[in-house]
T-cell receptor, first 113, second 112 residues
């Protein structure tokens, strides 16, 4: 199993809503990532978890709250988002070590109205 | 860009031709990876080249790395319409921990 599964595939939420994005992998990878990608732009790193601990937060606003409840699961909790937060949110995982590739999910396309 | 540059930003070729994409970066790296993205969805890993390697092949793909010049290139030979996608170089820096940093990307269109 070399899949990273993201749910939901699409999400429309209002600015006062609370929602969560979910990411799951069963490859035993201990590094997990959240990226945000706007149209025609490269993915931008948001968070990195290493061994279930937050290791990198790229100064992401607190309306985005990551959580890694176990080694297979990564969540991104969303609250009070703005329309400019509409984007494709990508999850990735990687076996720890210097020279290992990342596996990406298909993303959640988020629209904030 | 602090992350580095990719060129060209867009490339349009005919099926059967070769496509070359270039990537430059500014800080020392552990490795450089190339990924492909179809239609703005998930990314697929293509090839990884370590900082002490100069060239690597995988099928129709050839990647070179020039560490002193801090640049890399991806060559796709005998291109096919199915190669149409965005291609990104991704750097893992020596001092950046687990951070994987994307270049700006090249949009490749292969016309049948």
């Amino acid at each position: 199993d070399t899949e990273v599964t993201q749910t939901p595939k699409h999400l429309v939420m209002g600015m006062t809503n609370k929602k969560s994005l979910k990411c799951e992998q069963h490859m035993g990878h201990r590094a997990m990532y959240w990226y945000k990608q706007k149209a025609k732009k490269p993915p931008e790193l948001m968070f990195v978890y290493s061994y279930e601990k937050l290791s990198i937060n790229e100064s992401v606003p607190s309306r985005f709250s990551p959580e890694c409840p176990n080694s297979s699961l990564l969540n991104l909790h969303l609250h009070a988002l703005q329309p400019e937060d509409s984007a494709l949110y990508l999850c990735a995982s990687r076996r720890t070590g210097q020279n290992t590739e990342a596996f990406f999910g298909q993303g959640t396309r988020l629209t904030v109205v | 860009s602090q992350q580095g540059e990719e060129d060209p930003q867009a490339l349009s070729i005919q099926e059967g031709e070769n496509a070359t994409m270039n990537c430059s970066y500014k800080t020392s790296i552990n490795n450089l990876q190339w990924y492909r993205q179809n239609s703005g969805r998930g990314l697929v890993h293509l090839i990884l080249i370590r900082s002490n390697e100069r060239e690597k092949h995988s099928g129709r793909l050839r990647v070179t790395l020039d560490t002193p010049k801090k640049s890399s290139s991806l060559l796709i030979t005998a291109s096919r319409a199915a190669d149409t996608a965005s291609y990104f170089c991704v750097r893992r820096g020596e001092t950046s921990g687990s951070r994987l940093t994307f270049g700006e990307g090249t949009q490749l269109t292969v016309n049948p």
